[in-house]
């Protein structure tokens, strides 16, 4: 039997925003690899074996999915959102290049979710209507440097810009940085929308001029999503609409 590898986005947390092409998938699997939480939202049933694993060993989970996959079996390696967005994929191609190569003949599909920054600018309104960027605030695998000069970049070129990984426990003052940073940059009135554990019952979300922005509005279950100078808020009796209009004066 050839194996194949799966490398699949369950969406931000809603069954109903899982695509019907991953739940195939994971139908069809025999292995399910990933972070312990996600591995969690897959349902057990006779035949599958579950591999849950922390997530700070990206590679050793790769590696093991590929080894899977190699001796014949049907792995789906999870993520949450979309496994191309600071996810799993990019760690399972960094497996293959430096791996043996038997994994390059192996059958791997990467199979699209929704990701988190789709999923929160949906509950704002439309945030992302103009240009955006999305930048990972963890300094785990690039230096804070560069997290800093990015965040210029983007500002200056006047983007909308989603921010994944906003705040860790372990570095919480980094995100302080952030938006002290952003308050020299940007005017008090820039519309921030705070996006916690979006299509969950633990959903909350915030809508929040930057002068009144903190800290601790994020944790790790929430995307950030600042709007460009164009962004608009439209206040109406309930939650605010935030939109970017589609086009920028000439
Ligand atoms: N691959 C994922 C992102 C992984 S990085 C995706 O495409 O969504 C993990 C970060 O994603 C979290 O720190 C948070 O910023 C964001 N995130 C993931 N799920 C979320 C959700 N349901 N609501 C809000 N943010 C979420």
Known sequence: MTGRLVIAGLGPGADALVTPEVSAALAEATDVIGYTPYVARVAERPGLVRHPSGNRVEMDRSQHALALAAEGRRVVVVS???PGVFAMAAAVFEAVEAGP???????IRVLPGITAMLAAAARAGAPLGHDFCAINLSDNLKPRALVEKRLRLAVE?????AFYNPRSASRPEGFERTLSL???LCRDDRPVIFARAVSTPDEEIRVVPLSRCRADMADMRTVVIVGSSATRIIERD?????YTP???PA
């Open 80 to 82: 949450s959102g979309d």
């Open 101 to 107: 190569d038997h994994w390059r003949a192996l059958d």
């Open 157 to 161: 070129a006047d983007f909308a810009m």
């Open 182 to 184: 952003l308050s020299g």
């Open 238 to 242: 309930g939650p605010p609409i935030v």
């Open 246 to 248: 589609r086009s920028a």
